[in-house]
């Protein structure tokens, strides 16, 4: 039998280096409470990314599940580090939408995924310099075999002159529930129809762990 000592009562400060004890509520069951957000800890070691296609917007007009994405996200072989995806999102910009639906879909060989190089953020932000070693990409051509993983949303036909409405900006919370290991990729496809020059920004946002060896 282990016997681990705690603390009843309100927490207080430890130094730096110090051993604080742990706490119980009265009945002896462990207190256990947050110290930050969700995403601090991660975020300040500067292992928190984002990325984003060009800010004026890529087409998802008559999209298929074929071999073009409107985005994608690969993690090349050899990386050193596990990716899992945070959130993607898509912001409508102009043109009229089709009718359809996106989907999350994963690709099992990175290297066959090109494009153009998204703008990638450290989610730290100033003083931080760590670059990801994911690859997100716009326009881009991914295999033909990929396999959807996720439904993520629907799209209506609506205009610019519009009122704000599910379609013009959507957001899906992974929270880590899909890992994008080195050597797979993951991209943004669809079954939508043509509407008329639709444009949206998309951005990635995703955790990378460092492979223990």
Avoid at 1 to 20: D, H, K
Wanted: hydrophobic share 45%; glycine share 10%.
């Amino acid at each position: 039998m282990v016997l681990i000592q705690t603390t009843v009562g309100l927490p207080t400060s430890a130094a730096n280096a110090a051993t604080p004890s742990l706490r119980a509520e009265p009945t002896g069951a462990l207190v256990d409470v947050p110290g930050h957000l969700k995403y601090t800890e991660i975020t300040r070691v500067g292992k928190m990314f984002s990325a984003s296609t060009l800010n004026t917007g890529v087409t998802i007009a008559s999209l298929t599940l074929t071999t073009s994405a409107p985005t994608a996200l690969g993690n090349p072989t050899g990386s050193g580090v596990n990716a899992f995806l945070k959130s993607i999102s898509m912001v409508y910009v102009s043109g009229t939408i089709g009718t359809g639906a996106m989907f999350l879909v994963s690709h099992a060989n990175s290297a066959a995924v090109t494009g153009t190089a998204a703008t990638y953020i450290n989610n730290a932000l100033v003083g931080n310099t760590a670059v990801p070693a994911c690859n997100a990409t716009y326009t881009s051509t991914v295999a033909a075999s990929g396999k959807v993983l996720l439904n993520l949303w629907t799209t209506e036909p609506f205009l610019a002159t519009d009122h704000l409405a599910p379609g013009q900006q959507m957001i899906y919370e992974f929270d880590g529930c899909f890992g994008v290991m080195p050597g797979s990729a993951v991209s943004i496809q669809g079954i939508t129809a043509a509407g008329s020059s639709p444009l949206a920004v998309f951005t990635w946002v995703w955790e990378e762990v460092t492979i223990a060896v």
